[in-house]
């Protein structure tokens, strides 16, 4: 099993890539889809070395060696140890990243993708597949999502552009939600936040059910056609548009909750081509 020890910059190329797990504490990290040879190329590093292992079954590993991948939310002080590196691997390839402080940025991936953050934000630019992210001050971006993405923070902030999931579930205490969508018919968005605001636009001509709940925050819709109550216990605002294929569903203790209405989806598919 070939294992190198990085305590400078420099590049490594590998064989078969079958899975990736990755963990650094500051810095920056980029995970790259590519159809050539995988690849690891560090452009900085300070502190600690890395330790990288390439197993016969082809899982590579990139980690200090006291940074477990259960113990990425724990680590609160990331003391000096800081790296810039990329890593390129096939698209299907399944990635565990985690970090604390860095930067980490996903493109391309359609696998199974895990990352975990401390204050460390999150980019995610055309992944497909399955998605957990996990963080605790860390924010999440994501342009052209599709597939799944499950979001859960303390105080992170989630941001949507041009997304197309599946499934959306996101979950945070005080954390900002921002999400603008396409919904497929089947697709199914679920958001849960405590105090953090919650925004939602989707196209004039979407097909979904709505169901959105708070118990003291304003409800908020530009779409006519749903209907608000009000109660001791809190606001609510439901109803279908369209066909209602799709489900979209928020709810919050004290966050405020706006839905807003874009153009047609027909229209924004053009402006993407």
Same mark, same amino acid.
């Given at each position: ?29 980029a995970v ?28 590579? !590993? ?17 003391g ?7 890593l390129?691997?096939?698209?299907t390839?399944?990635?565990?990243? %985690? ?5 980490a ?5 359609? %696998? ?9 934000d ?28 499950s ?17 959306l579930?996101?979950n ?42 708070s ?15 009000a !109660? ?42």
């Open positions: 099993m070939p294992q190198y020890t990085i305590d400078s910059p420099g590049r490594l190329t590998f064989g078969e890539v079958t899975a990736l797990n990755v963990r650094i504490v500051a810095g920056r990290l790259l889809a590519s159809d050539g040879p995988p690849t690891l190329e560090v452009t900085e590093v300070d502190g600690a070395p890395l330790v990288v292992t390439h197993d016969d079954d082809g899982r590579l !590993t990139v980690a200090y060696k006291d940074l477990t991948w259960d113990g990425i939310l724990g680590l609160l002080r990331p000096p140890r800081s790296t810039t590196l990329t390129t691997v096939p698209k390839c399944p990635v565990q990243a %985690g970090v604390v402080a860095a930067t940025v996903v493109t391309g991936m359609e %696998g199974v993708t895990r990352l975990k953050a401390v204050s460390g999150i980019v995610l630019d055309g992944v497909g597949g399955e998605v957990r992210a996990e963080t605790v001050s860390g924010a999440l971006e994501s342009r052209e999502l599709a597939g799944d993405l979001f859960t923070s303390v105080s992170g902030e989630l941001t949507i552009a041009g997304g197309r999931p599946r499934r579930r996101a945070t205490v005080s954390g900002r939600v921002t999400t603008d969508l396409d919904l497929l018919p089947t697709g199914h968005v679920t958001l849960h936040s405590m105090s953090g605001t919650i925004v939602v636009r989707l196209p004039q001509d979407v097909d979904t059910d709505v169901s959105f709940r118990t003291s925050g304003r409800i908020e819709s530009a779409f006519p056609e749903l209907h608000a109550s !109660t001791p216990g809190g606001r609510s605002l439901g109803g279908r548009l369209g066909g209602g294929m799709a489900s979209l569903s928020a709810t919050t203790v004290s966050g405020d909750v706006t839905l807003l209405c874009g153009q047609p989806a027909a229209g924004r598919a053009e402006e993407r081509s």
